[in-house]
């Protein structure tokens, strides 16, 4: 049994890893022709600048290519045992099909946890290298400081509001800070600027406006600080506020606050989210679904074998696509976006495999 576990495994295994050097060579050559203008009309052009920004650019696309080179794989390392009658011999050893995937299940699930805990430490910060590229070689920023911000601290019942936020110096444009409790306004502050400085918001030029036992109080203030308004700046941050960079920790935090004030923004964002979290999943969904498809075609089984395949993976990327836009404009549930892609694609083998069986 142990040589069949490491013969398995050693099948798989090499397949799956030489079609993923063959995608990830054809991503960075189709990478490099998209920019070919770029780098034609930049001085500074190089072939280490180009091969660094092509390898940068798999990290939006590493685990897309994982899943689909294992689910070929196993596709093909079942259906080419099926074709050289390899399984009968291993029925008639008395090794069912059960023991036989089980190494490959064991495997596809070891997988899906060291990519969930890379994708979410290393693959963060080869994200985060990709978008800085972008920006030093095509001007392609994604951290333009963002405007007409709204965030709310549930914990401290601050609301606030600001025309932009600059992430160099840390300074809030013309905010708006609303202190709430018990569903009415305790205090508002309206001010030219806010600086982030030594764990503390300073507001400079501040109009505020405060509750009393006789209404409500007006006074300026050149320089006002809070002490209990405690928005880190990294909430107002526009890379920080990319779903694919920001830390699992700050972005639930994030999208607490948002989802008090911008229903909307919250929807798009919590979808991005969900879809950054259950992306490692693709890895497992595929080498399962490689697992019940049917290998007993009666004719031509490697050829219909990696039809199947490719449907399939066709079918289960299309989807999440389609569910990923029609749940970022909010008609469909978030969550939505990591399972009804999954049910789907398993319907869609099974009903194949039911199929496959009368060809």
Not at 23 to 51: G, Q, R
Not at 169 to 194: F, H, N, Q, T
Request: glycine content about 2%; aromatic content about 16%; some cysteine.
């Amino acid at each position: 049994m142990r040589i069949l576990v490491r013969y398995t495994l050693k099948r798989v295994f090499s397949t799956a890893v030489a079609t993923f050097l063959i995608f990830c060579f054809l991503v960075m050559a189709v990478e490099t022709f998209m920019h070919l203008d770029s780098y034609i009309s930049s001085e500074n052009t190089d072939f280490v600048m180009m091969v660094r920004y092509a390898f940068s650019s798999l990290s939006n696309y590493y685990l897309l290519l994982l899943s689909v080179s294992f689910l070929f794989s196993v596709s093909y390392f079942l259906s080419n045992m099926s074709a050289n009658n390899e399984l009968i011999s291993i029925y008639c050893a008395g090794i069912s099909r059960r023991r036989l995937i089980a190494p490959i299940f064991i495997s596809a699930c070891i997988l899906t946890v060291f990519f969930f805990a890379f994708n979410e430490t290393l693959g963060l910060e080869w994200k985060d290298y990709n978008i800085r590229l972008s920006a030093e070689y095509f001007g392609q920023s994604g951290t333009s400081d963002p405007r007409n911000i709204s965030l709310y601290d549930e914990s401290t019942g601050y609301l606030v509001h600001a025309a932009s936020y600059n992430k160099d110096s840390m300074r809030l444009y013309s905010p708006v800070i609303v202190k709430c409790s018990d569903g009415s306004i305790e205090k508002r502050i309206e001010a030219r600027y806010a600086d982030y400085d030594k764990f503390k918001w300073v507001i400079y030029d501040a109009r505020v406006i405060q509750k009393g036992d006789e209404g409500f109080s007006t006074v300026f203030h050149d320089s006002y600080e809070k002490t209990d308004f405690l928005m880190e700046p990294s909430l107002f941050e526009s890379q920080n506020m990319r779903m694919e960079t920001m830390d699992a920790s700050s972005a639930y935090d994030y999208l607490k606050k948002l989802e008090k004030v911008n229903p909307t923004a919250y929807q798009e964002k919590m979808t991005d989210f969900l879809s950054r979290f259950f992306e490692p999943l693709s890895i497992l969904i595929m080498i399962v679904i490689a697992l019940m498809m049917n290998y007993t075609f009666k004719k031509n089984i490697l050829l219909f074998s990696i039809v199947q395949s490719l449907i399939i993976a066709v079918v289960y990327y299309v989807s999440d696509m389609v569910f990923s836009i029609i749940s970022r404009q909010g008609m469909v549930p978030a969550y939505s976006v990591a399972v009804f892609p999954f049910l789907l694609t398993v319907l869609l083998s099974l009903v194949i495999s039911k199929i496959g069986k009368r060809i």
